[in-house]
T-cell receptor, first 112, second 115 residues
Framework: KQEVTQIPAALSVPEGENLVLNCSFT??????LQWFRQDPGKGLTSLLL?????REQTSGRLNASLDKSSGRSTLYIAASQPGDSATYLC???????????FGSGTQLTVLP | DTGVSQDPRHKITKRGQNVTFRCDPI?????LYWYRQTLGQGPEFLTY????????KSRLLSDRFSAERPKGSFSTLEIQRTEQGDSAMYLC?????????????FGAGSRLTVL
C-alpha cells in the first residue's frame, strides 16, 4: 500500500526566504506526482504535476523535483511572500490506478 | 466555465439523517472523483467515474454511501443514516482522460457536520 509522508507538518519562515518542502512515498511505481495548495476551508489548487519520466517542473517561483528511485519529491519556493501561506499537499498516482494518494500536508506560514 | 462546482458548501445535520452532495465538473472533463478530507489530514479517495461508469470504489465507501453520475455530467454523493464520524469535507475533482493528462481540478468542497 502506497504511503505518502510530508515533513515538516508545519513551517514558519520570514518573508523573502527560499524554502523547501519535502514529500516521500513508499512505492516508486508511480505514474505521476502532483503538488497542491490548499487555503483554509477551501478546495485544492494544482501547482505542479511531474510525470514519472520527468525530473522536475517549474512554474514561476515554484520548482518541484522528483527522484523516483529514492521515493522523494521536493517543492522549492523562491523568495517567499505572505500570500504563499497555505497548506501544501503532495499526491502520487500509482501506476495501476486512477486515484491519488495524498500526504497530510505541510502548513506554511510566511511572516511579513 | 467556472471550474468544478459543489453544492451545498456547508451542511449541518443530525445523526441518522440522509444528506446528498452535488458536484458539477468542468464540462469537457470525462473523469470525476470524490474524496473525503478530515481536519489535518490529506484527502482520501472515495470513488471515481469515467463518464457515467463508476470504475473504482474505496473500501472507505461503506454501504451507507452511494454515488451516481447520470449521463456522465454532474455527480451526486449520498450518505444515508449519517454518523458523527462522517463529519468531514467532501471534495469533488474532475480531469480529462488520456495519456499525459490527469491534472485534477478540485472544487471548493462540501463541509458536513453531523451533530
Amino acid at each position: 500500500k502506497q504511503e505518502v509522508t510530508q515533513i515538516p507538518a508545519a513551517l514558519s519562515v520570514p518573508e523573502g526566504e527560499n524554502l523547501v518542502l519535502n514529500c516521500s512515498f513508499t512505492d516508486s511505481a508511480i505514474y505521476n506526482l502532483q503538488w497542491f495548495r490548499q487555503d483554509p476551508g477551501k478546495g485544492l489548487t494544482s501547482l505542479l504535476l511531474i510525470q514519472s519520466s520527468q525530473r522536475e517542473q517549474t512554474s514561476g517561483r515554484l520548482n518541484a523535483s522528483l527522484d523516483k528511485s529514492s521515493g522523494r519529491s521536493t517543492l522549492y519556493i523562491a523568495a517567499s511572500q505572505p500570500g504563499d501561506s497555505a497548506t501544501y499537499l503532495c499526491a502520487v498516482r500509482p501506476g495501476s490506478a486512477r486515484q491519488l494518494t495524498f500526504g497530510s500536508g505541510t502548513q506554511l506560514t510566511v511572516l511579513p | 466555465d467556472t471550474g468544478v462546482s459543489q453544492d451545498p458548501r456547508h451542511k449541518i445535520t443530525k445523526r441518522g439523517q440522509n444528506v446528498t452532495f452535488r458536484c458539477d465538473p468542468i464540462s469537457e472533463h470525462n473523469r470525476l472523483y470524490w474524496y473525503r478530507q478530515t481536519l489535518g489530514q490529506g484527502p482520501e479517495f472515495l470513488t471515481y467515474f469515467q463518464n457515467e461508469a463508476q470504475l473504482e470504489k474505496s473500501r472507505l465507501l461503506s454501504d451507507r454511501f452511494s454515488a451516481e453520475r447520470p449521463k456522465g455530467s454532474f455527480s451526486t454523493l449520498e450518505i444515508q443514516r449519517t454518523e458523527q464520524g462522517d463529519s468531514a469535507m467532501y471534495l469533488c475533482a474532475s480531469s480529462l482522460g488520456g495519456y499525459g493528462a490527469n491534472v485534477l481540478t478540485f472544487g471548493a468542497g462540501s463541509r458536513l457536520t453531523v451533530l
